[in-house]
């Protein structure tokens, strides 16, 4: 990686998968990119970030974890080379509060976790 850069550049460094032994020497899982703090993950697993999300909405909204489990569904996670943005995704049910409360979650994980992989 040059040292000239952009957070761009970084961004789609981290983003390739053949680059995380050169990202992470120590072979420690890290929720972010250790070239800067560009927000796409590695390491991190969809188990991991489906566990992130359902303890942040029970610290921001209350509720037990099978309750948020429920309305949160599985993590789908998708090619990152097709969808080098955002690989994964989520099912939805819940109520309808549950699913706002969610959704409006979702877009700050998706900043701090983008790029994550397969169980």
């Known amino acids: 990686m040059p040292p000239s850069a952009d957070k761009a550049d970084v961004c789609r460094f981290a ?6 032994p050169l990202i992470n020497q120590a072979g420690a899982r890290t929720s972010a990119c250790l070239a800067v703090n560009c ?3 590695v390491g991190m697993t969809a188990s991991d970030l489906e566990q992130l999300i359902i303890a942040r909405l029970i610290r921001e ?35 309808d509060a549950q699913r706002a409360a969610i959704e409006q979650l979702l877009d700050d994980v998706r900043l701090e976790h983008s790029i994550v992989a397969a169980d």
Do not use: E
Request: charged share 25%; net charge positive; with cysteine.
């Open 15 to 20: 983003a390739d998968p053949r680059n995380l």
């Open 61 to 95: 909204r209350g509720g037990t974890t099978q309750t948020w489990q429920r309305a949160l569904g599985k993590v789908i996670v998708r090619d990152a080379k097709k969808y080098a943005h955002c690989n994964w995704d989520v099912r939805l049910s819940g109520t």
């Open 39 to 41: 927000g796409y993950a």
